[in-house]
Each structure stands twice: as structure tokens, then as C-alpha cells.
């Protein structure tokens, strides 16, 4: 029999609890595999900015966050909408 103090759902919430984690951290193979993706797959481009300028890192970082962007994203969509509005003829 149930004590009054019992609600449902308590059971799954103390079996959560009582789970131990199996994470055990970035492999090495992890590693080595996401360095062979980025080497095949990726190319860096590089952008600098100045860094006691106004327009810093940071107020483009932020810019990108208040959007919804990380600032890899935010910059290549600004890239391409610059492009798709500025045509240029071949």
C-alpha cells in the first residue's frame, strides 16, 4: 500500500538519480576521427579584426548570438547574402 506521501512519478525520479553516468570522456579515436573529417571535409578562412576596435571579435560574436548564429554561421550567411544581392557579371 502507498503512503499519502507518495505521488506518481517519484519511483522514476529516484531511479534517475541512482543512475551512474557511462560517459567516460573524448575518446582518442573520437579525436583522431574528428581531426580526419575537418582535414578532408573543411577549409579555414580567416577573418582579423582589431582587437581594441569597437568592432571587435566580441561585438561581432554577440551580434551573431543575439540572432540565433554562432559566428562561423553568421558570417557566412552574411557572405552570401552580400553576394546574392551584389551580382556581379562574368
Do not use: C, W
Request: glycine share 4%; proline share 1%; no cysteine.
Amino acid at each position: 500500500m502507498r503512503s499519502r506521501n507518495h505521488r506518481k512519478g517519484d519511483n522514476k525520479a529516484m531511479a534517475e538519480e541512482n543512475k551512474k553516468s557511462t560517459y567516460r570522456g573524448y575518446t582518442e579515436a573520437q579525436n583522431k576521427a574528428t581531426q580526419k573529417y575537418v582535414k578532408e571535409k573543411l577549409e579555414d578562412i580567416k577573418i582579423r579584426v582589431v582587437k581594441d576596435s569597437e568592432k571587435n571579435r566580441e561585438y561581432y560574436k554577440e551580434a551573431a548570438v543575439k540572432r540565433g548564429y554562432s559566428l562561423n554561421q553568421f558570417a557566412l550567411t552574411a557572405m552570401d547574402e552580400k553576394i546574392e544581392r551584389e551580382p556581379v557579371e562574368e
